[in-house]
């Protein structure tokens, strides 16, 4: 018996290598292939990357390290600056496929590993480089680390792995401050993961967290906590406190995040759990100290201002564990398959960037294929999980299709509104610096961050400085961080994207001629408006501000120069 449970074990390994190597061949293939430029996000880290420090403007330093080392190999090409992301997720889930199998069987680990590496935000987030891609790995080895610790496997190496996963993970990003939260909540109801960390395993899983952490904390400390204090205005707790249509939002907004199949059968999950399965039940609160606190500290955000749909990615790769955890062991149920049925074809109505027919046929596609499985697998709801995963991996395939679609087919499918950040910043950078050095600016300066990083990536081996206008006075992003002084400002080429903060700019110059416009297409919209990126230019000198204060605002309220020219009535096209 032992014997064929250890083969059962290795074929479910060798069955999530597998799919898991293939999905990762795939990912790196379409970065190779991608179009896409870098959005703004993505350009920000990369000029990180070309000074190593112990902390950014706005985040830990772990995506710019991970960025250095991929492109001081590899070169500066977009797929160079996005390489780590897929590998990353990779690692992710295979530490999922330990966790699963330290907690359940080998076949729950290959279904949570194949649920997380498919699920939505993975499938988008391993194309792009970001902070939760980082962070992940890291998320998850904790995860892992943990259960081992608690288990009494592994001893110390469990409690240093545990350690160092915590200590990376926050120099990813402070959102592994929820996965202390989750240590709490253990600490609390489970009486293993007690007497695993009090004790001195514990100790030093906290002092190798804190020692990888501190040099972060030191070099904040020598920067005013300009990190730690973005991350605090990135809440936006002022003003009016109180939106609960936000909740709503939010909610739907993880369909899109987890899945739809996903998400239903975690809220399944949390109803038919069985006070008699003791054992089981052990582990089930324990993974849900790592998923409801995240998902409740959210919510809350989202009434009170607002959050972020991937605010509450943390939840999701225990969550995934879980969902395969209960579903593998759950008895057949007709009313479940047509309750995720009917809501995820609801879910899908209210997608993004699709016309309304387009989600009609394709969520009634997936309802009614749905359904039709559920009869074939008689209702058992393992069957959700190849469902979810086969759902999932569809959307890749879709997304994939879309990205490297040439663009006239893309405007004919309307996706061009969804990929405007992704296009046209390779073009607008020779445009403007060719204008540049055509009057012999002796800067750029631009009224926005993202065209600032968009440009500063794009014209990377560029003469002339470039330079971000202070609005406010002071910085208010890493792109403002350099100010525009003499010599610089003799003969400045401002390009600005934004009509109303012209007659802003004009005050603080003493001479201020306008020389023309830059537009750059990006595609149609579905109503069949174009979609631009349109640049008034001026030719200034003798930077001299005015304080931007309450007054000076108000002084240029509602004023603006040469606005965008509306969209002509589809009757005048």
Same mark, same amino acid.
């Given at each position: ?63 710019? &390290? ?6 001081? %190999? ?108 989750? =240590?709490?909540?253990?600490? =609390? ?42 991350? %605090? ?103 479940? &398959? ?7 074809? %609801? ?98 300066? =631009? ?16 003469? =002339? ?109």
């Amino acid at each position: 018996m032992a014997g064929l449970k250890h083969e059962s074990e290795s074929t479910y390994l060798r069955a999530t290598l597998l799919g898991l190597g293939l999905l990762l061949v795939l990912r790196i293939g379409f970065l190779v292939a991608s179009p896409l430029n870098l959005y703004a996000d993505e350009a920000q880290y990369w000029r990180w990357g070309e000074t190593l420090d112990w902390g950014y403007y706005s985040k830990p330093p772990m995506i710019a &390290w991970v960025i250095h080392a991929v492109t001081s %190999v590899f070169g500066n090409g977009e797929w160079a600056v996005r390489l780590a992301a897929p590998f990353l997720h990779t690692i992710g889930a295979v530490f999922l496929f330990l966790l699963g199998r330290a907690m359940y069987d080998a076949r729950t680990g290959m279904f949570a590993a194949f649920g997380y590496a498919l699920m939505p935000a993975v499938i988008l987030s391993s194309a792009v480089i970001s902070t939760d891609g980082v962070l992940m790995p890291f998320w998850c080895a904790g995860l892992y680390a943990f259960w081992r610790l608690r288990s009494g496997e592994g001893r110390w190496a469990s409690a240093v792995g545990l350690g160092v996963a915590v200590g990376a993970g926050f120099l990813s990003k402070y959102a592994m401050l929820y996965f202390l939260i989750g =240590v709490g909540l253990t600490l =609390v109801l489970d009486k293993d993961t007690r007497k695993a960390l009090v004790s001195w395993r514990g100790l030093a899983a906290l002092l190798v967290a804190a020692a990888i952490f501190a040099p972060h904390m030191a070099w904040n400390a020598a920067n005013d906590f300009k990190t730690v204090s973005h991350t %605090v205005d990135n809440a936006n707790l002022d003003g009016d406190l109180f939106h609960p249509a936000h909740a709503v939002d939010f909610l739907v907004d993880q369909m899109g995040v987890f899945g739809p199949i996903s998400l239903i059968s975690l809220v399944f999950g949390l109803f038919v759990m069985r006070r008699s399965d003791a054992g089981l039940m052990g582990r089930d609160r324990w993974l849900l100290c790592f998923v409801v606190p995240v998902l409740v500290i959210i919510l809350v955000q989202a009434v009170l201002s607002r959050a972020n749909a991937n605010w509450a990615v943390t939840a999701w790769p225990a969550a995934s564990v879980l969902v395969a955890a209960w579903l593998i062991r759950a008895q057949p149920n007709r009313s479940l &398959w047509f309750w995720i049925a009917g809501l995820t074809f %609801v879910a899908l109505l209210l997608a993004p960037d699709l016309g309304l027919w387009l989600r009609v046929l394709i969520g009634a596609a997936i309802a009614g294929s749905m359904i039709v499985y559920g009869h074939f697998q008689a209702y058992r709801p393992a069957g959700l999980l190849w469902t979810s995963l086969t759902a999932h991996a569809v959307l890749a395939a879709f997304f994939v299709t879309v990205a490297l679609l040439p663009a006239h087919m893309s405007t004919e499918l309307g996706f061009d509104n969804a990929q405007k950040r992704t296009r046209g910043w390779d073009i607008a950078a020779a445009d403007v610096f060719q204008k540049a050095a055509e009057l012999g600016a002796t800067s750029v300066l =631009v009224d926005e961050r993202e065209v600032w990083h968009g440009l500063d990536y794009y014209a990377r081996d560029r003469s =002339v400085p470039l330079l971000s206008w202070r609005r406010y006075g002071v910085p208010k992003s890493f792109s403002e961080s350099v100010p525009l002084a003499p010599p610089l400002d003799e003969k400045v080429l401002v390009v600005s994207l934004h009509a109303e903060m012209r007659p802003m700019l004009r005050s603080d110059f003493n001479t201020f001629d306008s020389t023309g416009e830059i537009v750059i297409p990006l595609g149609t919209r579905g109503n069949g408006c174009p979609i631009t990126r349109r640049f008034h230019l001026y030719l200034a000198s003798g930077f001299a501000p005015d304080l931007h204060d309450d007054a000076w605002e108000k002084r240029h309220a509602g004023q603006s120069e040469f606005p965008s020219p509306p969209c002509p009535a589809p009757q005048d096209q």
